[in-house]
């Protein structure tokens, strides 16, 4: 498909377990975000990507959580130790560029849930 | 700093009734304004953005914002609400490096048939 996939769709771990929820961009777009979505709350940044720049961190909430970018595409948000409060769905996008002011393409998310 | 407000959090209007979801900005630079669409089970896409070209901006499925500098709003209108308008919609402003775009926390449309 030509649109942001994001993988696993929904994920039920227990607290204190760690997971890797998976992002792949739309090919060619080299910004890529990451989102979380609580029930009930907008949308919260979280990290993103710009090419080979450094990547922008300050919207992770807590040490537990990180994320890396292999080769320019796919990505992997990983979250140590979860926690009950980070059941929420994560969302992937991706853009052309952040310069352009251009759309972000947005995945159907991964629904995290921690009991 | 930025911030974005989305004036009630559930709307509910009758099928062929006027749609406004309003949204009420902060920045201190010249924003640039998005209304996103979230449909039941899926990631957001983009309705419309204002980027400082015209102030009335025309997005899809018959949706149109006024960017008013005055009133610092965003507001999303359109004139005949459709069943397949149900959704969650998100405002959002972002400052001159679209990394930092900040999101409104929603406004749920229902469609009264």
């Known amino acids: 498909g030509a649109g942001v996939s994001q993988s696993p769709s929904n994920k039920v771990t227990e607290k204190g377990k760690d997971v890797e929820l998976r992002c792949d961009p739309i090919?060619?777009?080299?910004?890529l975000y990451w989102y979380r979505q609580s029930l009930g709350q907008g949308l919260e940044f979280l990290i993103y990507f710009q090419g080979n720049s450094a990547p922008d961190k300050s919207g992770l909430p807590s040490d537990r959580f990180s994320a890396e970018r292999t080769g320019g595409s796919v990505s992997t948000l990983t979250i140590q130790r979860t926690q009950q409060e980070d059941s929420a769905v994560y969302l992937c996008?991706?853009?052309?560029?952040?310069?352009?002011?251009?759309?972000?393409?947005f995945g159907p998310g991964t629904r995290l849930t921690v009991l | 700093a930025q911030s974005v407000t989305q004036l009630g959090s559930h709307v509910s209007v009758s099928e062929g009734a006027l749609v406004l979801l309003r949204c009420n900005y902060s920045?201190?630079?010249?924003?640039?304004l998005f209304w996103y669409v979230q449909y039941p089970n899926q990631g957001l896409q983009l309705l419309l953005k204002y980027t400082s070209a015209a102030t009335l901006v025309k997005g899809i499925n018959g949706f149109e914002a006024e960017f008013k500098k005055s009133e610092t709003s965003f507001h999303l209108t359109k004139p005949s609400a459709h069943m397949s308008d149900a959704a969650e919609y998100f405002c959002?402003?972002?400052?001159?490096?679209?990394?930092?775009?900040?999101f409104g926390s929603g406004t749920r449309l229902s469609i009264r048939p």
């Open positions: 920045s201190s630079v010249p924003p640039y």
């Open positions: 090919s060619g777009h080299t910004a």
């Open positions: 996008a991706s853009s052309l560029s952040t310069s352009s002011y251009g759309e972000q393409f």
């Open positions: 959002a402003v972002g400052p001159s490096s679209a990394s930092k775009i900040i």
